[in-house]
């Protein structure tokens, strides 16, 4: 008899108040399934987070380089922009660095920063740097962005990192956006893909496509994302807005 009451599992515990407590084990397991559902849905949390902060950095931007640059034009009264500033005589842009110190003073401009590392393409697998051609943003704004502004194969382009050089992923089609200044308009405009098949090859980004893709592993990957990220459409899967789309 008494070997049998020895052998009965004595009551699990009351408080003061007579209600039920939990047992040491079933607190253990709760932590442990906790645990695991938080281990299981944290990167993907954290993941659309970084997402939203980006999409709302890269609108912010987008407004504030495109308001610099009708002040510009209010200020001036210039029409014909690209035939004053970006008309080649052979051997520059005539007048090009006068239109890129006047739009930087409207933005404010308070320094430079380098790069640590990057700036890379949109796969982050090569440094995006074709000589004469596109710009590393390192001209400091106020909030801690950065920009440059580059004219190249008839274009005025404009190109911004949307938290600056000392933040990641420092990739083209992440925090890295290039945007043209349309010439028929005189509006700032995402730049995008021509129909040129993208080249791993090519010497310069014109002959690259200017792509954005992960699909494709050329070094000026990433160029003509701004076009796809100012219209929320991903380039790989049209079911889907830009932010989504991103690994």
Do not use: H
Not at 41 to 64: D, E, G, H, W
Not at 224 to 236: E, F, I, S
């Amino acid at each position: 008899m008494l070997f049998k009451e020895a052998l009965k599992v004595p009551p699990p515990p009351q408080n003061t108040d007579g209600i039920r407590a939990f047992t040491l084990a079933e607190v253990l397991v709760t932590l442990g399934i906790i645990g695991v559902v938080a281990a299981m849905t944290m990167p993907t949390l954290i993941n659309n987070q970084r997402k939203a902060v980006l999409s709302s950095q890269f609108k912010k931007q987008y407004n504030v380089l495109s308001q610099a640059l009708d002040l510009w034009k209010q200020e001036t009264g210039v029409i014909g922009l690209y035939k004053m500033y970006a008309t080649y005589n052979g051997t520059e842009y005539v007048n090009s660095k006068s239109f890129i110190t006047q739009y930087m003073e409207k933005l404010k401009t308070v320094g430079t920063m380098e790069y640590q590392k990057g700036p890379y393409n949109l796969n982050k697998s090569k440094n995006m740097n074709y000589e004469g051609r596109t710009c590393t943003p390192t001209t400091l704004l106020p909030d801690g962005s950065s920009m440059c502004v580059n004219i190249w194969s008839s274009m005025i382009t404009i190109t911004t990192d949307i938290n600056g050089p000392n933040k990641n992923p420092n990739a083209w089609g992440y925090d890295i956006f290039t945007f043209v200044i349309d010439e028929s308009t005189e509006q700032l405009r995402g730049m995008k893909p021509t129909k040129a098949a993208p080249d791993p090859n090519a010497t310069y980004p014109e002959g690259d496509g200017l792509p954005c893709s992960l699909k494709v592993q050329s070094a000026g990957n990433g160029l003509g994302c701004a076009y796809y990220a100012v219209t929320n459409t991903c380039p790989d899967d049209e079911k889907k807005q830009y932010w989504d789309c991103l690994p």
